[in-house]
């Protein structure tokens, strides 16, 4: 099945006399979104590479699926986001894309590697030092009744409720709870509404839940995996990357009714510049970030909590928004960093008695296990081992593993600070403690690099919101200007996935040139009857 454009948004298209030998495209931001956009332009739309440009305010591409960093000095992966096989719109995209040694597509290799490494847990939670091997759900009846409402309950009912509008506090005591807030990092307080979409799309995932069964890992972390090859490809085919480049404004002509992008205004190492558009020239625009203001600290100091104004992406949407129902909200994502920071960390470990120990301990080697919780964790902290190496040009004799804490602002257990003001040396204490890893603790301090991470929006896409916050990917009476990523409305599918990223550049690509094409549906195991059966089984505890 595939799904089509909606008819008003594929009008507002220029396709009609756009030259595609010399349309001119610009694409504001430097994540997946803007790098899939611009395969989609050039793969479906036939525009030239040459005639592409993508304008990044960082020095680097990827957005938020960044890897950086070094064995000497210390890895950084500020977060990963869950991969499973019913992501069609990526896999679809990345069939086209070659891997790096050329030997095969990314989608290939993704498969491949999946087959050979399956995640199945065996400590998805650990409890005062002992690993729970599929742990009961422990839900009551009415919270697998309210479940069941929040899957048929229409959207609109929900509002701006809260998850914690709909269920009991004991809901939130449940080991269901501890892993499905884990695993897409979910807060009581946040939208109802996203965590139905949840419920609805990922039914099919249920059943294997309590073991991580059905979630997918890339081969490498996914800045190697997915946007080096990406990257790559579209430098092959000439497409231009601007990057130190901060968009500060865009030129509008709003005239009956219909909005066009006429200048793109932007800053570059401190002076300012413009763009000016001609006619069938394109705009799309990544709105928001959650990684925006992101703050490193160190082994010995904690990151820093920063706010909107330290990046270009929400002062963007603000100005443009600013006046224009059409363009969404933004500060109904960004007025609330309270609800939406928390803190990661990477590990740079120079001594492998730390993956020993956790092997050990949880029964899994490296990659094959997934996320570790400590539900009796103050920080609701929880680690990943992935599979060694995890970084292209890793050394032997490194590894490197992350974490995060969904509870920021409260006191550690084993260290009595806030995990935000934390450094790499304090963070890896309180992970010994719930480990329960001592004799080897100083060791593995002295030979490691623990690198924390700050992030005031992380999930702000997750905050409560109501209709017209989120922008359509095309805008009512938008000429040439189209918006992708976490912060625009695509119906049914979920935020906080690399899926939704590329769903909604294919969507604006295909609206704006008015291409006679499909996107991939979304799955939708709710209409499945043996589904809906395995999910039923499992929220009941009852073991097929």
């Given at each position: 099945m595939a799904t089509g454009v909606h008819a008003s948004n594929a009008s507002a298209g220029l396709h009609n006399g756009t030259n595609r030998d010399t349309a001119k495209v610009y694409l504001v931001g430097g994540g997946v979104a803007s790098l899939a956009a611009a395969a989609f332009m050039i793969r479906d739309g036939d525009i030239l590479g040459q005639n592409i440009t993508i304008l990044e305010q960082l020095g680097t591409v990827g957005g938020s699926l960044d890897a950086s960093g070094s064995a000497q000095d210390g890895y950084v992966l500020r977060g990963g986001r869950m991969f499973e096989s019913k992501y069609r719109c990526t896999f679809e995209l990345f069939s086209s894309i070659p891997t790096l040694d050329g030997t095969g597509t990314v989608t290939d290799e993704i498969v491949r590697w999946n087959e050979t490494m399956k995640t199945s847990s065996k400590s998805r939670l650990f409890r005062d030092g002992h690993r729970q091997t599929a742990p009961k759900f422990g839900l009551s009846e009415n919270h697998i009744l309210t479940i069941g409402r929040l899957v048929l309950e229409p959207e609109v009912w929900l509002g701006r409720t809260s998850i914690a509008?709909?269920?009991?506090?004991?809901f939130f005591r449940t080991d269901f709870w501890f892993m499905w807030c884990t695993t897409f990092a979910f807060q009581p307080w946040h939208s109802a509404v996203e965590f139905k979409r949840y419920l609805a799309r990922f039914a099919h995932m249920v059943a294997g839940f309590d073991r991580l069964e059905g979630i997918m890992r890339t081969g490498y972390n996914q800045f190697d995996s997915l946007v080096r090859p990406l990257w790559k490809w579209l430098k092959e085919r000439g497409v231009r990357f601007k990057v130190n480049t901060r968009v500060t404004d865009l030129g509008l002509s709003e005239q009956a009714g219909k909005t066009t992008v006429t200048r793109i205004i932007y800053e570059q190492a401190g002076i300012a510049g413009e763009i000016t558009l001609g006619f069938g020239d394109h705009v799309l625009v990544t709105l928001g970030s959650m990684t925006e203001a992101s703050s490193l600290g160190t082994m010995d100091t904690a990151p820093v909590l920063g706010g909107k104004g330290d990046g270009g992406a929400w002062t963007l949407w603000d100005t443009i928004a600013t006046g224009r129902p059409a363009f969404g909200r933004p500060s109904a994502f960004t007025d609330h960093i309270d609800e939406s920071k928390w803190v990661s960390f990477t590990?740079?470990?120079?001594?492998?008695?730390f993956l020993r120990l956790v092997r050990d301990l949880t029964g899994n080697v490296p990659g094959e296990g997934g996320l570790i919780t400590f539900p009796e964790s103050g920080w609701l902290a929880s680690i990943v081992i992935p599979h060694q190496p995890h970084f292209i040009g890793q050394p032997n004799d490194v590894s490197v593993f992350w974490g995060y804490g969904l509870s920021v602002d409260q006191p550690g257990d084993f260290v009595r600070k806030p995990m935000a003001a934390c450094s790499g040396r304090e963070i890896m204490?309180?992970?010994?403690?719930?480990?329960?890893?001592?004799?080897?603790?100083?060791?593995?301090?002295?030979?490691?690099?623990c690198i924390p991470c700050m992030m005031p929006f992380i999930t702000s896409q997750f905050l409560r919101r109501e209709k017209g916050d989120r922008p359509q990917v095309l805008p009512h009476g938008s000429q040439n200007l189209a918006f992708m990523g976490q912060f625009c409305e695509l119906p049914d599918d979920v935020v906080f996935t690399v899926e939704y990223s590329i769903r909604s550049?294919?969507?604006?690509?295909?609206?704006?040139?008015?291409?006679?094409?499909?996107?991939?549906?979304?799955?939708?195991?709710?209409?499945?009857?043996?589904?809906?059966?395995?999910?039923?089984?499992?929220?009941?505890?009852?073991?097929?």
């Amino acid at each position: 099945m595939a799904t089509g454009v909606h008819a008003s948004n594929a009008s507002a298209g220029l396709h009609n006399g756009t030259n595609r030998d010399t349309a001119k495209v610009y694409l504001v931001g430097g994540g997946v979104a803007s790098l899939a956009a611009a395969a989609f332009m050039i793969r479906d739309g036939d525009i030239l590479g040459q005639n592409i440009t993508i304008l990044e305010q960082l020095g680097t591409v990827g957005g938020s699926l960044d890897a950086s960093g070094s064995a000497q000095d210390g890895y950084v992966l500020r977060g990963g986001r869950m991969f499973e096989s019913k992501y069609r719109c990526t896999f679809e995209l990345f069939s086209s894309i070659p891997t790096l040694d050329g030997t095969g597509t990314v989608t290939d290799e993704i498969v491949r590697w999946n087959e050979t490494m399956k995640t199945s847990s065996k400590s998805r939670l650990f409890r005062d030092g002992h690993r729970q091997t599929a742990p009961k759900f422990g839900l009551s009846e009415n919270h697998i009744l309210t479940i069941g409402r929040l899957v048929l309950e229409p959207e609109v009912w929900l509002g701006r409720t809260s998850i914690a509008d709909q269920f009991d506090d004991s809901f939130f005591r449940t080991d269901f709870w501890f892993m499905w807030c884990t695993t897409f990092a979910f807060q009581p307080w946040h939208s109802a509404v996203e965590f139905k979409r949840y419920l609805a799309r990922f039914a099919h995932m249920v059943a294997g839940f309590d073991r991580l069964e059905g979630i997918m890992r890339t081969g490498y972390n996914q800045f190697d995996s997915l946007v080096r090859p990406l990257w790559k490809w579209l430098k092959e085919r000439g497409v231009r990357f601007k990057v130190n480049t901060r968009v500060t404004d865009l030129g509008l002509s709003e005239q009956a009714g219909k909005t066009t992008v006429t200048r793109i205004i932007y800053e570059q190492a401190g002076i300012a510049g413009e763009i000016t558009l001609g006619f069938g020239d394109h705009v799309l625009v990544t709105l928001g970030s959650m990684t925006e203001a992101s703050s490193l600290g160190t082994m010995d100091t904690a990151p820093v909590l920063g706010g909107k104004g330290d990046g270009g992406a929400w002062t963007l949407w603000d100005t443009i928004a600013t006046g224009r129902p059409a363009f969404g909200r933004p500060s109904a994502f960004t007025d609330h960093i309270d609800e939406s920071k928390w803190v990661s960390f990477t590990t740079t470990l120079h001594d492998p008695t730390f993956l020993r120990l956790v092997r050990d301990l949880t029964g899994n080697v490296p990659g094959e296990g997934g996320l570790i919780t400590f539900p009796e964790s103050g920080w609701l902290a929880s680690i990943v081992i992935p599979h060694q190496p995890h970084f292209i040009g890793q050394p032997n004799d490194v590894s490197v593993f992350w974490g995060y804490g969904l509870s920021v602002d409260q006191p550690g257990d084993f260290v009595r600070k806030p995990m935000a003001a934390c450094s790499g040396r304090e963070i890896m204490t309180e992970i010994f403690g719930h480990l329960r890893i001592v004799e080897d603790a100083s060791r593995i301090l002295e030979t490691c690099i623990c690198i924390p991470c700050m992030m005031p929006f992380i999930t702000s896409q997750f905050l409560r919101r109501e209709k017209g916050d989120r922008p359509q990917v095309l805008p009512h009476g938008s000429q040439n200007l189209a918006f992708m990523g976490q912060f625009c409305e695509l119906p049914d599918d979920v935020v906080f996935t690399v899926e939704y990223s590329i769903r909604s550049a294919q969507a604006a690509v295909y609206g704006l040139l008015g291409l006679n094409r499909k996107l991939p549906s979304v799955y939708k195991g709710t209409f499945d009857p043996r589904v809906l059966l395995n999910a039923f089984m499992a929220l009941h505890d009852i073991r097929r």
